[in-house]
C-alpha cells in the first residue's frame, strides 16, 4: 500500500479500522483473564457491561499512543523526528503512525509538519509569532494622485526636455523613453495640451523643438 496516495477518507477509514482492532484486541485479553479466573476457582468480578469495557480499552490505547508521540516529538525539538523513526521507537507499524498524525495529531497545535515524513514541536512562542505574522495588516497602496496633478507634471516634464533640446528637437520615443511611458501617451499629449504650448514646434516626424 502506496502510503502517500491514500485519501483523507481512506485515512478516516483507517483509523476507525484500527481503533475497532485495538478495541476488540482488549476485549478478548479481558475475556482470556475471565476464563483464566474460572479454571482457577477465582472469584470473576461483574465489572461494567461490553460497551463500557469497548469505550475503556478505546481510551487508554489511543490515550497511550498519543502520550508516547508527543513525548518523542517533544525530545526531537527544532530537528523533528519521523514517521519511520517514531515506528521503530514504539514498535509500532509507520501506517499506524501515519494514520495518527493525519488525525489525532492535527489536533495538537503544537506539532508542525516539516516534510514528508517529519514532524517537528512548535513552542508557544513559535506559535504566537506566526499568527502574528498571518494576522498582520497588508498595507495599503498609496493613494492615487488627482489626474490633474499627473498631468501637470507630465507637462512639466516633457516641456523641459523640449526645453534642453533647443531647435534641435526631441523626438516622442526619447521623450518615452525618458519618461518611462508610452509613446501613444506623448503623441497624445502634444495634439491636445502640447498644442497649447506655443513655444513648442513640430521639427518633423515624432520630433518636437524649442522655439521660444
Known sequence: MNLTQISSTDLKRITRLLEQKETLLAEVAEIDGELTKFETGEPVSRGPGKRGQQARAKRAGRGALKAAIIELVQRAGRAGIT??????SLGVKPGNIYVWFNATGK??????????????????????????????????????????????????????LVRNSGRSGISVQEIAGTLGINTHRVFSWFHSTGKKVKAIKKAGRAKYAWVG
Not at 514517521?83 to 521503530?88: G, I, T, Y
Open 83 to 88: 514517521v519511520k523513526d517514531v515506528a521503530a
Open 107 to 160: 489536533k495538537v497545535k503544537e506539532i508542525r509538519k516539516a516534510g514528508p515524513g517529519k514532524y517537528v514541536w512548535a513552542s508557544s512562542s513559535t506559535i504566537a509569532q506566526s499568527k502574528g505574522v498571518a494576522k498582520a495588516k497588508p498595507e495599503k497602496p498609496p493613494a492615487r494622485q488627482p489626474q490633474a496633478k499627473k498631468e501637470g507634471k507630465l507637462k512639466d516634464m516633457v516641456i523641459g
